[in-house]
T-cell receptor, first 110, second 113 residues
């Protein structure tokens, strides 16, 4: 059973703080991991993807992967009200088939 | 403008009446995929295609059909819709070498009565 688990939240952080979003997955053979952002009423958009253990940084976003613990996280530094959205974790065990978590709702309070 | 388009955007239909949701992309992407999104269940993959005439089942293919006769189009067919197929549907496309960068269409909200 390929499953992706996320805390549905809601997660609230003050503006300027670090938001930490977490995701666990069950397929130990998974190779590709993604974070998508979805604003209310809109389609998902890719924020980051990560393949290797460790950290990957892109601007204010850092993805962290720990394959031994089957854990992937997303850190958003200097959170802005415009970051308020639902964040979807996704795993692609075979590269072409994707499994998404149910999403974590983030609210950044001005 | 690079985009994925879906039609219709909203659809209300009745049980058993065949329908097709179209998806088209103008980015020459090999990879295309259909998802449904339901509260509490998240985004689930229905079917995907890696190129013309190549389609594969995703996680929830039951009750759906797809075809890929042209690279740019990937229609989703519900031959006998049922109320449990009421959902928000997204089409997506991406390069085969990097399907992780898939671009999502605007979504189609379907209500089956």
């Amino acid at each position: 059973q390929k499953e992706v688990e996320q805390n549905s939240g809601p997660l609230s952080v003050p503006e300027g703080a670090i938001a930490s979003l977490n995701c666990t997955y069950s397929d130990r053979g998974s190779q590709s991991f993604f974070w998508y952002r979805q604003y209310s009423g809109k389609s998902p958009e890719l924020i980051m993807f990560i393949y290797s253990n460790g950290d990957k940084e892109d601007g204010r976003f850092t993805a962290q992967l720990n394959k031994a613990s089957q854990y992937v996280s997303l850190l958003i530094r200097d959170s802005q009200p415009s970051d308020s959205a639902t964040y979807l974790c996704a795993v692609a065990p075979t590269g072409n088939q994707f499994y998404f978590g149910t999403g974590t709702s983030l609210t950044v309070i001005p | 403008e690079a985009q994925v388009t879906q039609n219709p955007r909203y659809l209300i239909t009745v049980t058993g009446k065949k329908l097709t949701v179209t998806c088209s992309q103008n980015m020459n992407h090999e990879y295309m995929s259909w998802y449904r999104q339901d509260p509490g269940l998240g985004l689930r993959q229905i079917y995907y295609s890696m190129n013309v005439e190549v389609t594969d089942k995703g996680d929830v293919p039951e009750g759906y059909k797809v075809s890929r006769k042209e690279k740019r189009n990937f229609p989703l067919i519900l031959e006998s819709p049922s109320p449990n197929q009421t959902s928000l549907y997204f089409c997506a496309s991406g390069l085969l070498a990097g399907p992780e960068t898939q671009y999502f269409g605007p979504g189609t909200r379907l209500l089956v009565l």
